[in-house]
């Protein structure tokens, strides 16, 4: 009798009611697909379509089918249950079919699946502006596209930091375009302009940092070089002095050697500009570069008249090329009376200039054997072929440590 009255209850109540399962995971952000869908819809239909989401909610894809095939073939016009289908598609990571089975349809939930599937297909960038375009109200939209900013942010700074200055500028500022108070992403930003010697822009990308920053050391770095970019070599001297006394970093007070020899050049008469800027130093490039690095040769005394070369007239670094005649660095030849200031110094050639150098002008260091004079004196050769061209710049440096062996 009990059984019967159960029976007889059960009957009159009908089933009991599926219980209401939350999704887990990435799965929680697929939304009713008939959210955003406007068409009036047959309450029996759409009670048999809450029961189907249901189903698949749960992860039972096979009844869903099931109940969802005749609702698809008996409706084709009914969004939802297409959308539903493409639901199942995303859960099983069939996503080209779910792609293809959403393909067209302009609904709120349609958008949703159209970003789920585009971060499945890890185009991150995709799925953060499609979710940016949903309105806030969109369950766990907010929520995703507080994720998506982080992990596109991410994906821009992480590029950013091994690509080229060019494509780490556009990486950076696409980052900014995100999070425009990132600290770092912004001091980056800086650091790459100032090495393409984008002096202005980097300028501007670096005042949002002074307000707060602006005594942080990688900001009067950039500073710094912009100034000595720009010319202001007093100003970039100034803070890297400043930089040098706070951190003792020798980075620091390389570059203030550096930019100090910036500075120097800039007053210097045009032919040192041209002579440290060759590829392939000459003769007249050499004297030119030995009168204005070398102290003991600008100011030398006691020199002996010059022997009188033809082939000087206008040549620029005239002045320089009779004071290395003085010193006895350069001979005039005894038939032509020339000393070829347009002559190539290769490597060889320079390296028998130092050498000689070194011992005329009376340098300690050079009293002894001939092949251990530059390691006696701290004097480091570029390691180049015979026949090599020397540049101004190596020049240049050579000159300094002779200048300071002398």
């Known amino acids: 009798v009990a059984c019967i009255a159960a029976a007889i209850i059960v009957a009159k109540c009908g089933p009991a009611p599926q219980?209401?399962?939350?999704?887990?995971?990435?799965?929680?952000?697929?939304?009713?697909?008939?959210?955003?869908?406007?068409?009036?819809?047959?309450?029996?239909?759409?009670r048999k379509f809450s029961e189907i989401w249901q189903l698949i909610v749960a992860g039972n894809f096979a009844e869903a089918h099931r109940?969802?095939?005749?609702?698809?073939?008996?409706?084709?016009?009914?969004?939802?249950?297409?959308?539903?289908?493409?639901?199942?598609?995303?859960r099983e990571g069939?996503?080209?079919?779910?792609?293809?089975?959403?393909?067209?349809?302009?609904?709120?939930?349609?958008?949703?699946y159209e970003a789920e599937i585009a971060l499945r297909l890890n185009e991150t960038r995709r799925a953060y502006d499609l979710y940016r375009a949903l309105p806030p109200s969109v369950p766990g939209?907010?929520?995703?596209?507080?994720?998506l900013e982080a992990a596109v942010f991410n994906e821009l700074y992480t590029s950013a930091q091994t690509a080229p200055e060019a494509d780490a500028v556009r990486l950076l500022r696409e980052a900014l375009g995100i999070r425009p108070g990132s600290i770092e992403?912004?001091?980056?930003?800086?650091?790459k302009l100032v090495a393409g010697k984008e002096w202005a822009e980097a300028r501007r990308a670096v005042d949002p940092l002074l307000a707060n920053e602006g005594n942080r050391v990688e900001v009067q770095e950039a500073l710094a070089e912009i100034d000595a970019g720009r010319g202001k070599y007093e100003e970039a001297f100034q803070r890297y002095r400043t930089l040098e006394r706070r951190?003792?970093?020798?980075?620091?007070?390389?570059?203030?050697?550096?930019?100090?020899?910036?500075?120097?050049?800039?007053?210097?008469?045009?032919?040192?500009?041209?002579?440290?800027?060759s590829e392939a130093i000459t003769r007249a490039d050499f004297a030119?570069?030995?009168?204005?690095?070398?102290?003991?040769?600008?100011?030398?005394?006691?020199?002996?008249?010059?022997?009188?070369?033809?082939?000087?007239?206008?040549?620029?670094?005239?002045?320089?090329?009779?004071?290395?005649l003085a010193i006895g660095l350069y001979d005039v030849d005894p038939v032509t009376r020339t000393v070829s200031p347009s002559r190539a110094v290769n490597a060889e050639r320079f390296s028998r200039l130092i050498a000689r150098l070194l011992t005329l002008r009376g340098a300690p260091c050079s009293r002894?054997?001939?092949?251990?004079?530059?390691?006696?004196?701290?004097?480091?050769m570029p390691a180049k072929a015979p026949e090599a061209p020397v540049s101004g710049q190596e020049a240049a440096r050579v000159l300094a440590q002779v200048d300071k062996a002398l």
């Open 141 to 147: 939209a907010s929520e995703r596209v507080a994720q």
């Open 67 to 90: 109940r969802l095939d005749p609702i698809r073939l008996k409706n084709p016009d009914y969004v939802p249950a297409k959308l539903a289908a493409a639901a199942i598609d995303i």
């Open 247 to 277: 951190t003792h970093d020798p980075r620091h007070k390389q570059r203030l050697e550096e930019i100090e020899e910036l500075w120097s050049a800039a007053n210097m008469p045009p032919q040192v500009t041209r002579a440290l800027q």
């Open 94 to 112: 069939r996503l080209i079919d779910a792609k293809n089975l959403i393909s067209g349809i302009d609904t709120t939930a349609a958008r949703v």
């Open 288 to 324: 030119v570069l030995l009168y204005w690095k070398v102290t003991s040769v600008r100011f030398a005394q006691n020199l002996r008249v010059p022997p009188i070369a033809t082939d000087l007239g206008e040549v620029a670094g005239r002045e320089e090329i009779i004071r290395a």
């Open 185 to 191: 992403a912004r001091v980056l930003l800086v650091q």
């Open 368 to 380: 002894g054997v001939a092949g251990e004079v530059f390691a006696a004196c701290k004097v480091e």
């Open 19 to 46: 219980p209401v399962v939350i999704p887990q995971g990435d799965d929680r952000y697929l939304v009713d697909p008939r959210l955003g869908y406007e068409q009036p819809v047959d309450p029996k239909l759409d």
